[in-house]
Structure formats: C-alpha cells, structure tokens
C-alpha cells in the first residue's frame, strides 16, 4: 500500500510549533520581520510572493513588502537591501528570483547581510552547510528533510537519487542528505541533463527527489520497488481548467505510485513545506539577531 506524504499537515504542524516561538519573543519585546522585494511583473513570482507575505500575517510574522520597477537600475535594489540589512525591524530579507536579466543575482545574494538570508543563498551561508555547520537551511531542501522525519522514512544508509543540480535544490539537498548526521547519513547521487543512464540511477534509489522542472517525466519504470519518491516539481502545463494550466510535479504520480511506498503529491507535498521552513528562518533569524532563545520545530 503506498502512502501519501500529506505536506499540508506537517506544514501545519511546524507552523504550529513556530507560533510558540513567536510567543516567546514576543514576551521579550520581539516581533519577528520578513522583508519581500520582488523587482519582476512575472505572475508566478507575485502569486509565490504574497503567499509569503499572507503565511507571515497567519503566524504573527510582521510582513514588510517592497517593489521595485523591473526596469528600474539595479542600483534601486542594492539600495533596498541595504536599507533593509540597516533596519533593525526586519529579521530575514527574501529577494524573489528571478530577478531581471541587467541585475546581477549573485551580487543581489552577496549584498544581503548573512545574517539576515532567510533563504541560505549568501555564500557564506552555503559554505557553512557545506561545512556541517549550517545557519539557515534553503527552505525547499530543509522541508524535504521535514517531510522525510515526519514519515521516520530513515535517510541514514539509504540511497538518496537526486535529479536537478540546481543551488536552490539539488545541490543543497545533497549537500543536507550527505551530513554526518541523523537526518543525513545518506549516500547521495546527484544526476542532471548529462547524465548517463538516468532509469537505472533513479531505479537503485531509496529514497528518490525528482526537482528537474521536467512535467511527469518519472514513472514506475524509473522507481525501485518501495521507494520513496519526493517530487519538488511545481510545473505549468495548459489544460482546459479556468487559468488555462493545472500544476503537475515532475513525477507521473499514477504510475510512480504503482512502485513506490510513500510519496508526494503535486500540489500538497513539498510546496507547503517550502512555504513553512522561509517562517521557520524568519523566526530563527529574529532569534539570532535578538539574543533570544528559541526552541524550534
Ligand atoms: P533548475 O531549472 O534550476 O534545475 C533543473 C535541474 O534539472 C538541472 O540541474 C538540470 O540539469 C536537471 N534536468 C533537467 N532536465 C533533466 C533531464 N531530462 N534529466 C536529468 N536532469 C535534468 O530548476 P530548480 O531546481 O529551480 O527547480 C526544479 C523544479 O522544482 C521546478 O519544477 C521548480 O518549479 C520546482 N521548485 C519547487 C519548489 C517547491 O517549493 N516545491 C521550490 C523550488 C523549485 P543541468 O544542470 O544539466 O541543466
């Protein structure tokens, strides 16, 4: 029998327990802030940010939104990072990517003070995960972590098949599954458009993490008997529904479901998780940068 792994509910949970957490900084005087600066008119990326900012208002997150003119230079958008790393009521800063084509992004991930990086993009972020000594783990690869202890699917001597190399994703997650650590301790296999023999990498998983951006391209020939398949995949496909598209994840949910034990569905699996670990940050971050204890999910 396969079970689903019910994103929504063990978002839920988290958000719960964070909500103790806000009431502990609260009670010092503390009310932790999230800054989103979104500089695209990309309808995708307005519907990812205001959900951002409804989850903070939910939990008690104080939601700052700032937008700035796609065409605008990019000097406006260091400047609003830096008035943001300066003010001492915003915790964590989330610049939404994609940011456009004449903005450096790697310059916009390097100006945010590291402290306050929310998303873990800052490159001394990543290279303290890297070191096994991570600050603030990126939300996507953190939520797959949650969703696995949730369903005490063991990461420690399993395969873990990554498909996607991506900084956001794969890279990350890999780096999180390798650690010496009871939520790592995986032998981990990155694969990507290059590699070789794709179906026999993804059969041998364990534990399998589709995040290619690639709609329903894994199915029940490339899952091994009792895996469990993760699919990251948020993509656009038309369909005759009112938008005009449906969301599919990169996995053929029907056909996958067919070989694996547990697995995510599209939507209602890794998206809500994504969504709770930026909370998770902001509150961690607000603890950080206050000197306040706070005990988190
Ligand atoms: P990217 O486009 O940055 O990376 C995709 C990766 O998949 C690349 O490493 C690419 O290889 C690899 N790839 C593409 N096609 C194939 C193929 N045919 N076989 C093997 N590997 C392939 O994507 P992201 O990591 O940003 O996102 C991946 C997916 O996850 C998207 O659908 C995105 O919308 C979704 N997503 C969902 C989130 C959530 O909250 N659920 C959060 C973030 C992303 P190469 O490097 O060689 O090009």
Known sequence: ???????????????????????????????????????????????????????????????????????APAEELYDTIDDLNADPEVHGILVQMPVPDHVDDRQVLRSIDPIKDVDGFHPENVGRLVAGNDRYRPCTPHGVQKLLEAYDIETEGADAVIVGRSNIVGKPLANLLLQKAPDGNA??????????????????????????GMPEF????????????????????????EKGYELVGDVDYDSAKQQADYITP?????????????????VKAAGLQEDVDVELP
């Open 1 to 71: 029998m396969t079970e689903d792994i019910d994103g929504n509910a063990v978002a839920a949970d988290i958000r719960e327990s964070l909500a103790e957490g806000i009431e502990t900084l609260e009670a010092e005087g503390v009310t932790p802030g999230l800054a989103t600066v979104l500089m695209s008119d990309d309808p995708a990326s307005e519907t990812y940010v205001s959900m951002k900012q409804r989850d903070c208002e939910e939990v008690g997150i104080n939601g700052i939104h700032v937008e700035i003119d796609p065409d």
């Open 187 to 212: 032998t981990v296999t990155v694969c990507h458009s290059r590699t070789d023999d794709l179906e026999a990498k993804c059969r041998n998983a364990d534990i399998l993490v589709a995040a290619a």
């Open 218 to 241: 894994i199915d029940a020939e490339m899952v091994g008997e009792g895996a469990t398949v993760i699919d990251v995949g948020i993509n656009r496909v038309d369909a005759d529904t």
């Open 266 to 282: 599209v939507p209602g699996g890794v998206g809500p998780m994504t969504r709770a670990m930026l909370l998770y940050n902001t």
